[in-house]
């Protein structure tokens, strides 16, 4: 990435919570020791079905023996040790802990909103931070996608901190162009799924941040084919207005020449459009257990590393995925 546009972009004023730039985005490396995204040796997190991949083969290096825990590979289990301690280990290799994360963060007017502490872009934008630095850390190959209401950028997954910065350099430059000015109607979740099947090969993990109103027929289909042959994180972004109406009496909302009224005294109106809120939620929920894969919600309302050190926290607990 040139040195100038590195400069440009540390340089560019942001509006705290509102937009974010490319500076408060490796910053964001500083917050990962606060929550366990994914295993060392010392430690596992929650979320280490999703991060270990299966054998590719017998080429691959051998790294370290440690107890066999669920998802393991049984065709890797040290026999030895295991008769020795009498307690099951397994073999880990190098290519399980190399596999790419592909991170696909979207940046779209519907996400430039917030009433709490931040958007929805900018949490967003905070959330595929934090998960890029976390896999850098790791050691893993990183690339990811971009996307918003005209435009995608892709970055293929590298294992170096450059190519981390320059995802993260599209993202803020994403972020920081978005404006409330009514956009077209593409479909540009289903685009980047589609395009995520394209290019990312079998065992790689996506990371997907996007707004919890996007998820249509079309996209759950996508999701679903690209759940055959990928692993999936789902982590759909919400604001606290997505669910419930404030009673602020009569409001009008005007786009376009068009005017639209709504009475938020109304009960029916406040109950209809929480039940369609919750309904999002539960499409959301139904879709993660049909894929057998990661659910972890976000909301403005709350701070992302305490949103997520939740989350984690209540899958060790029930041991399960939620």
């Not at 998960?131 to 690339?143: K, Q, S, V």
């Not at 599209?170 to 972020?175: C, D, I, Q, T």
Request: net charge positive.
């Amino acid at each position: 990435m040139p040195s100038e546009t590195l400069s440009a972009m540390h340089s560019q004023p942001t509006q705290p919570g509102i937009r974010v730039s490319l500076a408060e985005l490796i910053e964001m490396r500083h917050r990962v020791r606060e929550v366990q995204l994914f295993s060392t040796p010392a430690k596992r997190s929650p979320l280490i079905g999703l991060h270990h991949s299966k054998l590719r083969g017998r080429g691959v290096d051998f790294d370290q023996v440690r107890v066999y825990q669920p998802g393991d590979d049984v065709r890797t289990i040290d026999w030895r040790v295991t008769a020795r301690t009498q307690e099951p280990h397994t073999k880990l290799f190098h290519e399980e802990r190399e596999r790419p994360i592909f991170i696909m963060v979207e940046q779209s007017r519907r996400l430039f909103f917030g009433s709490a502490l931040q958007f929805k872009s900018v949490l967003a934008a905070q959330a595929a931070s934090l998960f890029g630095w976390a896999a850098l850390t790791h050691n893993d190959r990183i690339g990811g996608l971009v996307f918003g209401d005209h435009e995608h950028h892709e970055i293929k997954p590298r294992r170096s901190k450059q190519s981390l910065l320059q995802l993260l350099n599209r993202l803020a430059r994403a972020n920081q162009a978005l404006h409330g000015e009514a956009q077209n109607g593409r479909d540009t979740f289903g685009l980047a799924l589609r395009r995520a099947r394209e290019v990312l090969r079998p065992g790689s993990l996506a990371i997907i941040l996007c707004d919890e109103r996007t998820l249509g027929d079309a996209a759950e289909q996508q999701l679903t084919l690209l759940a055959r042959h990928t692993d999936l994180l789902l982590l759909p972004v919400s604001d606290p207005l997505d669910h419930a109406l404030p009673a602020a009496g009569l409001l009008r909302f005007f786009e376009h020449g068009a005017q639209l009224e709504l009475d938020t005294h109304n009960p029916d109106l406040r109950a209809a459009y929480h039940a369609l809120g919750e309904q999002r939620r539960a499409r959301w929920q139904r879709l993660a257990q049909k894929l057998g894969v990661p659910l972890l919600p976000l909301s403005t309302a709350s701070d992302l590393v305490e949103q997520l050190r939740d989350h984690l926290n209540s899958q060790q607990r029930g041991g399960k995925r939620p």
